[in-house]
């Protein structure tokens, strides 16, 4: 059995941008909404038997708390945020298990779906549909794997270690250190992609790099620059591994055969998440 995690939030963008403008009998913009809800039948229809939908019902979550510049609904289309209530609604009545995230964030519940169903009996692989590099801390070996639908391009734990340079569990740092301008914190300055992968191949966590820069022994440039940097900033740091560590504990589901797409009987209401 595979099962199929959907980022739901990414999905809808994707189609807004992708699909030109289309309204119902009511003048509402539904062309994302179907957009999405069309591209999940289709998964289904190539063999996806267990499917789960997680959306940003609510685009600022806990985050915004820890850090101010973190990502808002600030400057996105209100056509666009009008259409995940409606995606929400369009998915639950086609059949679909829908996590319609306030609280925490869709990640957040990619991330804890993916670990429940990992921890269950009968599944072989747990696919996370979304390119979003926050999600690659979850994969695991060749049984948790992450899956860009747009490009077909499949990315196990040798595939998260061949783009980045660290491993899995080592995202979050990784990030930390070089920032994440989609989700709006910056990173540390000096701290680029080759440095940053350098370091923490070696070291793997932000409290294992040695403060003095002579005792890390790899190749970088300004190293000494870069340990006084994090020196400086190594609560920040923290705090930046902090938002870019996505939760596991998302009491989501207990049976992983709640996933299985049930042809609808009737229009469902999804049920709200964390």
Sequence with gaps: MEVHLVDGTYELFRHFF????????????????????????????????????????????????LWPGYKTGEGVDPVLLGQFPLLEEMLAAAGYVVWPMVECEADDALASAAAIAARSSGVDRVIICTPDKDLAQCVRGTRVVQLDRRKRALRDEAGVVAKFGVSPESIPDYLALVGDSADGFPGLSGWGAKSTA?????????EAIPGDWREWRVNVSSAAALS??????????????????????????????????????????PSRGA
């Design 18 to 65: 992708a699909l030109p403008s289309s309204r119902d009998a009511q003048g509402r913009e539904i062309a994302a909404a179907r957009g999405v809800v069309g591209s999940i039948d289709a998964m289904r229809r190539e063999g996806a038997t267990h499917i789960g939908v997680a959306t940003d019902h609510v685009i600022e979550s806990f985050r915004n708390n």
């Design 198 to 206: 350098a370091v923490l191949a070696k070291f793997r966590h932000l």
């Design 228 to 269: 006084y940097t994090l020196k400086e900033n190594r609560e920040q740091a923290m705090l930046f591994r902090s938002l870019a560590t996505l939760r596991e504990d998302l009491p989501l589901f207990e049976d992983v055969e709640t996933l299985r797409w049930k042809k609808p009987a009737s229009a469902a209401t």
